[in-house]
């Protein structure tokens, strides 16, 4: 156990809608990062957050934002959902806002979109 | 362009024989460097770091990581693997400083153990 908790773990939605994906971090761990896994992009890296502020973004489209709020839990918003958004969705957290690289991953949220 | 590149996708290895999975990167200066294991429906888990010094670093379960600059790469061993280490493992690295670098992932390696 990581001590990173991810809800939902599944969600089956369709296309066009909107959800949004939770993550808590670590006790104490003051960045969230948020990563996409599907087979044919692998593991991105969409986006950090440190203590509230956006710290650095990857390949997150517009249709999707993230924010973390002040007791540093995090949210995913992804909006206008098509096919190809389905994947496995990790958060994952550290102590500090330096990426060393040294993450702790939650289980994921499997996102089904039909 | 900033890559990271493992060149096998799949690999099949007998219990009790040894293991060595493959990593290349791309990058103009020395990255920190990084391997984590995906178990079936399991978050990912770090095995072991490369930040500096001996190149030859010490993991988790047994796995150790050599780093040769020459070659760019940082191929992850181990000596007997268990059936227990059945999973997919990933190279990472962090390009860029750290107060700004992003840890880009390689498209892993999935390891098959057979009795």
């Known amino acids: 156990d990581s001590g990173v908790t991810q809800t939902p773990k599944h969600l089956i939605t369709a296309t066009g809608q909107r959800v949004t994906l939770r993550c808590s971090p670590r006790s104490g761990d003051l960045s969230v990062y948020w990563y996409q896994q599907s087979l044919d992009q692998g593991l991105q890296f969409l986006i950090q957050y440190y203590n509230g502020e956006e710290r650095a973004k990857g390949n997150i489209l517009e249709r999707f934002s993230a924010q973390q709020f002040p007791d540093l839990h995090s949210e995913l918003n992804l909006s206008s959902l098509e096919l190809g958004d389905s994947a496995l969705y990790f958060c994952?957290?550290?102590?500090?806002?330096?990426?060393?690289?040294?993450?702790?991953f939650g289980e994921g949220s499997r996102l089904t979109v039909l | 362009a900033q890559s990271v590149t493992q060149p096998d996708i799949h690999i099949t290895v007998s219990e009790g024989a040894s293991l060595e999975l493959r990593c290349n990167y791309s990058?103009?200066?020395?990255?920190?460097l990084f391997w984590y294991v995906q178990s079936p429906g399991q978050g990912l888990q770090l095995l072991l770091k490369y930040f500096s010094g001996d190149t030859l670093v010490q993991g988790i379960k047994g796995f150790e990581a050599e780093f040769k600059r020459s070659q760019s790469s940082f191929n992850l061993r181990k000596p007997s693997v268990h059936w227990s280490d059945a999973a997919e493992y990933f190279c990472a690295v962090v390009f860029g400083s750290s107060n700004t670098g992003k840890l880009i992932f390689g498209q892993g390696t999935t390891l098959q153990v057979k009795p």
């Open positions: 990058y103009g200066a020395t990255p920190y």
């Open positions: 994952a957290s550290n102590p500090s806002g330096r990426n060393t690289g040294e993450l702790f």
